[in-house]
């Protein structure tokens, strides 16, 4: 099949609806993703919408954001049936001259459009309603999908994955900021709630979804208290199913509005359908703008966490993958750890549909195997409580490998954790360890405590006596080191210090004596600095724990025996220095555009979804780092070393 491609000139942006190239502006990119939604997930057709449609208003002309019209009529005025404006994150609904007044008056002036929808910080609905002999805009929980004429409780075979979940998720968690009064990070722990009652809501019911809200429940007191009473059962569910993540105590403390709101905004979305690198990059982007650390945590990017874990399991054979016992022991929001559920995803899917050729079933079969895998073989351990809870729910939202994360201090000696994390997790029992560590010397960083520092062969390695402190990424090192069994594999993300300053060669003569450097791959200064993080440059070492006959015999011979090691030189992230989209683009400065094949929501007339594949041009993102894992195994394969 050959692959189309198409370039896009510096500053433009392709219009979703007509192929046209826009200027690229945040109002335009809002735009587009609006326009997306209301084709994939609404299932508008494309032929019956037009961004930038001329209305009258009295004298006066105006162009509204996005028109769609009766299908197969005319674009006229008179066959406008719904209206979307599209404005900027940071502009509110009671805003003078963008605001939902702005939409009001378009609706106002199209005789025949029912149906408004307002986004910009929130997501607004509207119905045109005669009352009293006057048309009037009300608000109402959404607008109906194509083929319909109100939005119809949804079912569960209705729901549809979420392109733009991160969006969803952001103005979720500004209106309970905005409108609750809550602390940021409150704000995210109200939301997380939801999110687990709507994975709760989609693994336990059939029919009619609980998790939903009708107009009048969006709207009236006596409506909100129903919608309360069903989402206080589905919270009462959670605790339940999630002991060890909630406690008896825990409640949904948010205003009936408040709820009613964000069950609007996610209610047609199925969060266990959505694509894992849409809901790992939404995910992850509100947990770091809510939840970052004061002990030097620095949230590892999923183009990171993937490049690591599979370049490590690239050197195991495939049919090991599934026995394989991984672990993260500073696993913050768990990115290691969903990308090591997602790597066991494909592979088990792989073999459920040679097995049962049907995809349904095969997806059946692969959730209860990797819930089954990762309850078995997969562990995580984070000192900060409130990012343990933050990689619960993000496991959860990957297929649940949940039940083995837990709040443990992992540089403490293990006789002190608690009996739950002893029982679980012991020296010299990992095959992979992945980590990125806390970094950093300043107050409260460094450990100074003498019985944590006792246990370490590091503090006193290559010196006349025993070191009063150390950074904890230095100290991780060996922790990881000591949790692996000989021959086991460690990848870890580390300040380029550590490899660099002639301070710490002591670091490095323990690491080349105790392991095997099987790679090291520096990052661009972007990783942690585009979001708030450090600028300190950083590098992915794979090292390979040796067994103590390999060390045994260096010993004897009195010198490390000669090996290739794999070195890679990561220039871009796929994101600037402040966070922004960094297209791959031509010597000329035009973005490349590549051929993709993506599911797109069809919603035909009877109310009936279907899934159809469908070719379509999208950017690529300029990213070095994904291109590692390829490299990686191209340079094992030129050598002969292949899975071992």
Known sequence: MTVQTGYIPAGKIRCFITGELRNDTPEE???????????????????????????????AKKRVDIAVFTHGEPHTQENIVLIAETKRDEVKPTDRDNGVDQLKSYLAACPNAKWGLWVGSELQAYEMVVEAGEHRAVEVADIP???????????????????????????????????????????????????????????ATEEEMRFDVTSDERCSEMGQRRLRKRID?????????????????DRIRLDNRVLAYIVSELRRYSL?????????????????ANLRGARGEFFTPPNVCQMAVEAVFSTYPKNHWLSLKVLDPACGTGGFLRAVMNLWRRYIFEQEKHKWKLDHIALEKTAARLKEHCDRNLFGIDINPDLVRAAQMNLVMHGDGSTNVFQANSLLPPGEWRDDVKAKIQLDTFDIVLTNPPFGTGPGLAVDDPHILDQFELTRFEANSPRASMPPEQLFIERCYQLLKPGGLLAIVLPDSILSNPGLVFIRHWIIEHCKLIASIDLPVETFLAFGGTGTQTSVLVLQKKTEEEMRLEEAAGRIQDYDVFMALCHTMGYDRRGNNLWLRTPEGEIIEQEVTIPVITRKPDGIVIYEPKRELRRVRDDDVSQVTGLFQEWRHERGRGSR
């Not at 894992?276 to 770091?288: F, L």
Request: hydrophobic fraction near 30%; charge should be neutral.
């Open 29 to 59: 990119n809002v735009r587009q993703r609006i326009a997306r939604s209301i084709v994939e997930e609404y299932g508008y057709p494309k032929e019956d919408i037009e961004p930038e449609f001329r209305v009258n208003i009295g004298r």
């Open 145 to 203: 999908p194509y083929g319909k004429t109100q939005p119809p409780r949804i079912t569960f075979n209705q729901l549809i994955p979420a392109e733009g979940l991160r969006d969803v998720f952001k103005r979720c968690h500004n209106y309970i900021y905005a409108n609750q009064g809550l602390p940021k990070d409150q704000a995210f722990h109200e939301l997380l709630k939801l999110i687990f009652c709507k994975v709760q809501d989609e693994q």
């Open 233 to 249: 059962e589905l919270f009462n569910e959670v605790r339940e199913r999630y002991p060890y993540i909630f406690e008896p105590h």
């Open 272 to 288: 266990l359908q959505t694509a894992t690198d849409v809901k790992g990059e939404a995910y992850q982007e509100i947990v770091r």
